[in-house]
């Protein structure tokens, strides 16, 4: 069982900025590809953005420009950094570990318990 944890998330204005971390005990994070989904009520979750263990990153379309996921091999951790952040950005923000397969990011069920992100005035 992989243990991940999610943390950062907060009520934040429409404009703001707020930057999300998952950390895991040894090298699970360093060495396989990680991603950040969200889910918003009433809705499935979705992909945000995934990193390879090397490489570039990828993002979904509603996020890219304002969102950047980076690495710390160093802190085993992976860091989700959202700007101009807008009220359908709301959800509940999860760290995930998973695989590039034909360029498509894959997760495996290995979930955090996720973190609360509200855009609000």
């Known amino acids: 069982q992989v243990h991940l944890v999610e943390s950062g998330g907060g009520l934040v204005q429409p404009g703001g900025s707020l930057r999300l971390s998952c950390a895991a005990p040894?090298?699970?994070?360093?060495?396989?590809?990680m991603a950040w989904y969200r889910q918003a009520p009433g809705k499935k979750r979705e992909l945000v953005a995934s990193i390879p263990p090397t490489g570039s990153p990828n993002y979904a379309d509603s996020v890219k420009g304002r969102v950047t996921i980076t690495r710390d091999n160093a802190k085993h951790a992976v860091h989700l950094q959202m700007n101009l952040l807008k009220p359908e950005d709301t959800a509940v923000y999860y760290c995930n570990i998973g695989q590039y397969y034909n360029g498509n990011y894959i997760a495996y069920e290995y979930w955090g318990q996720g973190t609360q992100v509200t855009v609000s005035s």
């Open positions: 040894g090298t699970v994070i360093d060495i396989n590809a």
